[in-house]
Structure formats: structure tokens, C-alpha cells
């Protein structure tokens, strides 16, 4: 069983983003299953690219509604990249059973932080668009929050 799966508790009702939320489940857990007998760089490196867009994508909703640059949705973010992109490149340069442990307390870390990310920040993201009416199907526009 993996350290994370998707349930009902993650599901936001919002296309877009439950998607995207689905991808980053499917993406950890092929990080998890590769500590096993894959290429965990690869796995990583392929969790990494989802974040950048899947986090782009909820950063670029923000700015247009408004949101601070610098709050804590985009810090949080910022914090799972750097920790995932420190990984990353100790593959290789460090000997591979310290490396083992910094990925598995890596999946451990992001399986336990999803779930609370998801259900406050990125919700609160979702109503906010919500109570704005703001469509991120059509252009970006720029409202006031
Ligand atoms: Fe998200
Ligand atoms: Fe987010």
C-alpha cells in the first residue's frame, strides 16, 4: 500500500486542480515504488517537473486574483521544491544508503503534507475562486480580493 493514495478526502470539486492533485498522488507513488527497483532520479526528477507545473498553475490563479506574492500558499511551495530539488542532487555525489534514507523521508514528508496542503491551502484557494467568480478557463483576469 502506498504511503499516499487518492481518496474522496482530497477530491476539491475542481476539475482542473483534482486532476493535477490525482497526477501528484500517481507521481509520489512511482517515487515510492522505484526506492524498490527503479531509477529514483528519474522518479524524482519526474515528481519535480509536476510540481513546477502543477504549482504554477494554483500560482498563477493566485496572481490574478490578487493574492500576495510572497503568503504562505507560494512559500509552502517554494519549500517542497527546494527540499525535493536538495534530493535530488545528493543522488549520486552521496553514498547510496544515506541517499535511500533522504528519499524515503522525502515520499514519508510529502505523503503526510499533501493532504494538509490540499485540504487547507488549496481549498482555501478554490473558494476564494469560488466567492470571485473567477474562471480559470477563461483569461486570467485581475480582481480584487
Ligand atoms: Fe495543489
Ligand atoms: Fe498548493
Same mark, same amino acid.
Given at each position: *500500500?502506498?504511503?499516499?493514495?487518492?481518496?474522496?478526502?482530497?477530491?476539491? #470539486?475542481?476539475?482542473?486542480?483534482?486532476?493535477?492533485?490525482?497526477?501528484?498522488?500517481?507521481?509520489?507513488?512511482?517515487?515510492?515504488?522505484? =526506492?524498490?527497483?527503479?531509477?529514483? #532520479?528519474?522518479? %524524482?526528477?519526474? %515528481? &519535480?517537473?509536476?510540481?513546477? #507545473?502543477?504549482?504554477? *498553475?494554483e500560482?498563477?490563479? *493566485?496572481?490574478? *486574483?490578487?493574492?500576495?506574492? @510572497?503568503?504562505c500558499h507560494?512559500?509552502q511551495h517554494?519549500? !517542497?521544491?527546494? !527540499? $525535493?530539488?536538495?534530493?535530488? @542532487?545528493? &543522488? /549520486?555525489?552521496?553514498? $547510496?544508503?544515506? !541517499?535511500? /534514507?533522504?528519499?524515503?523521508? =522525502?515520499?514519508? @514528508?510529502?505523503?503526510?503534507?499533501?493532504?494538509m496542503h490540499a485540504q487547507q491551502m488549496d481549498a482555501a484557494l &478554490?473558494?476564494?475562486?469560488?466567492?470571485?467568480?473567477?474562471?480559470?478557463?477563461?483569461?486570467?483576469?485581475? !480582481?480584487?480580493?
Open positions: *500500500m502506498p504511503a499516499l493514495s487518492w481518496s474522496a478526502e482530497l477530491a476539491l #470539486a475542481q476539475p482542473d486542480l483534482d486532476v493535477t492533485h490525482q497526477d501528484f498522488v500517481d507521481a509520489l507513488a512511482a517515487l515510492e515504488r522505484s =526506492l524498490e527497483d527503479g531509477d529514483s #532520479a528519474a522518479a %524524482l526528477q519526474a %515528481l &519535480i517537473s509536476h510540481c513546477e #507545473a502543477h504549482f504554477s *498553475m500560482e498563477a490563479w *493566485m496572481r490574478a *486574483m490578487g493574492f500576495e506574492e @510572497g503568503n507560494f512559500s517554494r519549500q !517542497v521544491l527546494e !527540499v $525535493a530539488r536538495d534530493v535530488l @542532487g545528493r &543522488i /549520486g555525489s552521496e553514498p $547510496a544508503e544515506e !541517499v535511500q /534514507g533522504y528519499l524515503e523521508r =522525502l515520499v514519508l @514528508g510529502l505523503a503526510e503534507w499533501f493532504p &478554490i473558494y476564494a475562486m469560488q466567492e470571485l467568480k473567477f474562471d480559470p478557463s477563461a483569461a486570467p483576469v485581475t !480582481v480584487s480580493v
